[in-house]
C-alpha cells in the first residue's frame, strides 16, 4: 500500500477534501469527519471484497473482525480513499 493512495492524514494527498477519519484504530464507530450525511461510503478488505456499503458521516464497524480495511468515499464526483484499523 502506498501512503499516497490510502491515507487517513488529508494534509498530503486529499487537502481539498478536508475529510478526517477517527478513531483510527477504530473499535466500535468509525467518524468521517467532513463528510455530509449524504456521503456515499464503501468498506472494502485487503483483498478487494466489499464488505459494507452506506451513507452518512458514522459508521458502524462492530461487525467487521480486527484489521486493516480500506474505505471509499464518494464526495461530489471524487471517489477518495483511505485506510483505517479495526482493533
Not at 458521516?57 to 468515499?73: F, Q
Amino acid at each position: 500500500w502506498s501512503s499516497d493512495v490510502c491515507s487517513s492524514d488529508l494534509s498530503d494527498v486529499h487537502s481539498k477534501a478536508k475529510i478526517k477519519l477517527y478513531p483510527n484504530p477504530v473499535a466500535d464507530v468509525l467518524f468521517i469527519d467532513g463528510a455530509g450525511f449524504d456521503t456515499n461510503y464503501t468498506i472494502h478488505n485487503l483483498l478487494g471484497n466489499k464488505i459494507m456499503a452506506g451513507v452518512g458521516g458514522a459508521v458502524d464497524v462492530n461487525s467487521l473482525s480486527e484489521g486493516m480495511y480500506l474505505l471509499k468515499c464518494k464526495i461530489g464526483n471524487r471517489m477518495l480513499n483511505y485506510s483505517f484499523i479495526k482493533k
